[in-house]
């Protein structure tokens, strides 16, 4: 395996430049064109620094795996640790108020079934070098359905506030009024999850996919993985969407009222 992933991406000095040179290509474009609020500056500075993080982040992680890998504790710390971090972009990403850690809802809720049942069924056991990745996958999943549904509901609601409004004055109560206008544009976070497994294998070769088969997997055990990863994926991402409507027709996710 280390013979075969050296030769598809080998870590030396070629690549360390090739990065700096795209990472610096993504900044220039979004303070180029304004890929962002405003002047697209905030945005530039973004990637800069996720790139950056991105990749003092994955050394860490690097140095610490082993450890992970090998102690119960550690496995679960490093569980944990992944769970927070995505429960708090979440809520930096729709809301700038206190309801922010109301995200840990949608992504506990839409990822812990999954990894509950794999444990018990034993498909997975209970090791790091199986659960980390598996788990890493469905959190980032839920990550990404939280944020894009929460922000385009609470967008919706803000720009049409006055049919919320005329919703309730027909007697439609707080809650009805607001899901009748966030849902349908908050469900299309499920559009990402949907088109990835619609177009499997005919635009993209997935992650887990090449994974395994540079792990010296049998491509038909490859694709099994893979197709579980989609579809627990769809799964995950559609429980995370509706109760991040939820919380959002609720008023538990929110913003300022001056945002």
Do not use: C
Not at 77 to 98: E, N
Request: charged letters at 10%.
């Amino acid at each position: 395996m280390t013979v075969i992933a050296a030769s598809l991406l080998p870590v030396n000095t070629t690549l360390g430049v090739l990065l700096a040179v795209l990472l610096m290509v993504a900044v220039v474009v979004a303070a180029r064109f304004h890929l962002g609020p405003g002047s697209g500056a905030g945005r530039s500075r973004e990637i800069a620094v996720a790139g950056l993080r991105a990749a003092v982040q994955l050394a860490a992680v690097s140095f610490l795996i082993t450890w992970v890998m090998r102690s119960l504790a550690g496995l679960i710390a490093f569980l944990l640790v992944m769970f927070v971090a995505a429960v708090r972009t979440a809520g930096r990403r729709i809301t700038a108020d206190s309801s922010w850690w109301r995200t840990s809802a949608p992504i506990a809720v839409g990822v812990a079934p999954v990894v509950a049942a794999l444990l018990l069924t034993g498909l997975v056991p209970v090791k790091g070098i199986a659960l980390i990745p598996i788990t890493g996958i469905l959190l980032g999943g839920a990550l990404t359905a939280t944020v894009l549904a929460g922000r385009r509901a609470l967008d919706e609601l803000a720009l049409r506030h006055g049919e919320v409004e005329a919703a309730m004055a027909l007697g439609f109560l707080d809650r009805d009024a607001r899901l009748e206008i966030a849902r349908p544009a908050a469900s299309d976070a499920l559009l990402p999850g949907l088109d990835q497994t619609r177009t499997v294998g005919l635009v993209t070769l997935p992650g887990a996919f090449v994974g395994m088969l540079l792990g010296g997997a049998t491509p038909v055990m490859a694709g099994a993985v893979q197709l579980f990863v989609l579809i627990a994926l769809m799964a995950v991402q559609s429980v995370a969407v509706t109760v991040t409507i939820e919380l959002v027709a609720r008023g538990r996710l929110h913003r300022p009222a001056n945002s």
